[in-house]
């Protein structure tokens, strides 16, 4: 599976941004997916996850409430719908895929990653 994230930009406090992650390979609706970030000097850390058939998903205390996880398996796509950003949500954006093992919040757990999105949220 190869993906490809997409959407981010600057936005003020407050604001909106979705981002997009396209995958490729026949498989895609076997894996379940996750969101991860990274700001400056810190280390990546779990945002959100979404299980394989969509039915399930699982958010950072951090997120919850403003950000919304959603993926279409027909297209291969998977989306994170962030919404009253806060500057602390600045960071690159990377979405990845797990076929399971180590739980959904763990890096290790997953599979395959995409190339990250730089999303800037300004004050």
């Known amino acids: 599976v190869q993906l490809q994230a997409s959407g981010g930009g600057l936005v003020q406090a407050g604001g909106s941004l979705r981002l997009s992650c396209a995958a490729s390979g026949r498989t895609f609706s076997s894996y379940a997916m996750g969101w991860f970030r990274q700001a400056p000097g810190k280390e990546r850390e779990f945002v959100a996850h979404?299980?394989?058939?969509?039915?399930?998903?699982l958010y950072a205390d951090s997120v919850k409430g403003r950000f919304t996880i959603s993926r279409d398996n027909a297209k291969k796509m998977v989306y994170l719908q962030m919404n009253s950003l806060k500057p602390e949500d600045t960071a690159v954006y990377y979405c990845?895929?797990?076929?399971?093992?180590?739980?959904?919040?763990?890096?290790?757990?997953?599979?395959?990653w995409g190339q990250g999105t730089q999303v800037t949220v300004s004050s």
């Open positions: 979404i299980s394989w058939g969509g039915g399930s998903t």
């Open positions: 990845a895929a797990r076929l399971g093992g180590l739980g959904p919040t763990e890096l290790r757990g997953y599979d395959y």
